[in-house]
Nanobody, 123 residues
Framework: QVQLVESGGGLVQAGGSLRLSCVAS????????MGWFCQAPGKERVFVAA????????YYADSVKGRFTISRDNAKNTVYLQMNSLKPGDTAVYYC????????????????WGQGTQVTVSS
């Protein structure tokens, strides 16, 4: 069982930056691939980024490539999402998720989810 708690969301102007954090409980964090997803009001939850258990493999949605960076610190049981050059279209609740095995971009592949953190980007 893995419990995930996100933090770091908030209100930022377009062009600004935020860093989201997700702290995981459990001793086996380093064996899980981690992902970030986002859900805007009235829309489905969609893939943002994912990272392999070692951190060697990272994957991004086309909409965030070059602006967002996913990373992890297994010693701290934490995964991060550095968000730069934010746009109003990035406004959403951001969720971290964990799965055993390789990272994927499919929401249903992830067994464990955090409660989400709100990111609001003003124009």
């Amino acid at each position: 069982q893995v419990q995930l708690v996100e933090s770091g969301g908030g209100l930022v102007q377009a062009g600004g930056s935020l860093r989201l954090s997700c702290v995981a409980s459990g001793r086996t964090f380093s064996s899980y691939a981690m992902g970030w997803f986002c859900q805007a009001p009235g829309k489905e939850r969609v893939f943002v980024a994912a990272i392999s258990w070692s951190g060697a493999g990272t994957y991004y949605a086309d909409s965030v490539k070059g602006r967002f960076t996913i990373s992890r610190d297994n010693a701290k049981n934490t995964v991060y999402l550095q968000m730069n050059s934010l746009k109003p279209g990035d406004t959403a609740v951001y969720y971290c998720a964990a799965r055993a095995g390789s990272p994927t971009s499919y929401r249903d592949d992830y067994a464990y989810w955090g409660q989400g953190t709100q990111v609001t980007v003003s124009s």
